[in-house]
């Protein structure tokens, strides 16, 4: 009888990979396909991808001609002149349309009683003016003592991109200051104040209907 | 300082950057040997010492004969490369200071590029962290007598999130890339093809101006006018996002949270649900005192 001889794999060896492909993959950050010289292929058909680039050239030509209005022209340069950062601005517009269409929405529903609309259009009405305020207030109080040290460590680490990233740092504070009023603080602080606030009409209005019934 | 294990008894002992350290320090918390075992020698082709403390380059363990080997990025062992490009952890470094620890972070470079290209998005991108971490998270929290309810406000925080970041990437996508289109252009033929006249002051360059703070900022007309037009239409169009979420919530519900989220699921009406069809089938010419089969569930729109 032959027995079958089984291969030792010693699984503890650790794996040596040749020394020159390992470096240069690591030391590249580029990614498989790139080294290959290979192209991933689109999962969009090509129609599409030539449907949308034309689409967009579109686009790119209206904005051209948006840009040569002269009241665009205007606003920009005076935007610039001024030094007005006006992203927050935008930012704290958007959220107040936002709201106002949410309570127009409450206010024309059918479905939601009579008695529950006002209560609802409260909350949003407080938490729409408290969010905007503290978002004004957060944002000049980061301005003011928080976007320093981010300068000088944006500077340190990078040396020729600093200048872009510090305007899209910018950019970018503003709009999560103010996304973080509107999304977090303001259904989680707000909305007990208006609650609270809310009862207290309700009270009142109850309050003064006994009076009338006495 | 800090030592590899190259075989059963010796070890390599070489200085180390900061991210090697945190690499390891990674390395160490994903494999999460004990700390005798990893003291022991036991551990056969494992290129780390590490016990599984936050601060373990301190605890570095020194055994067998060491070899200085300064500077040197690679593993003689294994051939591994432990450079990691600038990818630090939170973990990392205490000599950092908080705004250094966050600005070497990968995800920062990549936000703030694209809250300078794409505003909308990246303003959904930073909601949806908000909306799928952090709300949830203290809807949660909060003591609920009935876990559905926290569940219900939890989840469609996350779908509100969700949805948002899938309008702003179909809606305002397009304009972020007709502007890199004009961007190239401007940079290589003038802006002739797109701006025509409007290149004159879009293609001037950044002004430099110092904060009263200190802050060196760098303004031009150009980022003014690609702010206007990557944010600008969301102004416009945020009441179509409401109306968007307004109206895919009760499909989220219907299918997604009352099916699998909800400890509780609502269970179905007893009654039949007639549709208007099956009402005119059971219609019949009753007495005048008696109400006809239709308007017997009939309560108006409200319903």
Known sequence: ?214 | MFGFYTSNTEMKVTTMSVQQLNFNNYKAHRLRQPMQSLHSNKIMGKDFGLDDSMHSYKHAVFKGNHESNINNQINTTTGNNYNLGGRVSFSGDPKLTFAEKVVKAKWFKSFCEMAKDNSAVAEAVGALFITCGMRPLTIMAMPQKDVDKNRKAASHSIASGVTGLIFAKIAYEPFSAAMKKIKTDLDKNGGKKYLGSAAEYLSKPDITRVAKNGVIKKVSNYDCFNQLITYGPKVFTSSILAAFTVGTMPYIDKYIIDKYILKNKPKPTDKPVFTTYDHFKFVTFKRANQEPAVFQSFKGVTK
């Open chain 1, 1 to 214: 009888m032959s027995i079958p001889i089984k291969p030792f794999i010693n699984r503890n060896i650790p794996r040596q990979l040749p020394r020159v492909i390992s470096t240069n993959v690591a030391r590249t950050n580029a990614t498989a396909s790139q080294i290959c010289g290979m192209t991933a292929p689109s999962l969009i058909p090509e129609f599409i991808r030539k449907g949308a680039d034309k689409s967009i050239d579109l686009l790119a030509r209206g904005i051209g001609k948006l840009a040569q209005n002269k009241y665009v022209k205007g606003f920009t340069e005076w935007c610039v002149k001024k030094d007005i950062d006006y992203t927050q601005h935008l930012s704290a517009a958007c959220a107040n349309v936002l709201n106002g269409f949410y309570m127009y929405n409450v206010a024309t529903s059918k479905k939601i009683e009579e008695e529950q609309k006002k209560p609802l259009m409260l909350n949003m009405f407080i938490g729409t003016v408290l969010s905007t305020a503290g978002g004004y207030a957060l944002n000049g109080a980061i301005d003011k003592k928080l976007i320093k040290p981010f300068e000088n460590a944006i500077k340190k680490t990078y040396d020729t991109k600093a200048d872009d990233l510090m305007k899209g740092f910018k950019v970018a504070k503003s709009l999560m200051v103010f996304q973080l009023l509107y999304r977090f603080v303001c259904p989680v602080v707000a909305t007990p104040i208006a609650n609270h606030i809310s009862n207290k009409l309700r009270e009142k209005k109850e309050g003064d209907k006994g009076n009338l019934t006495v």
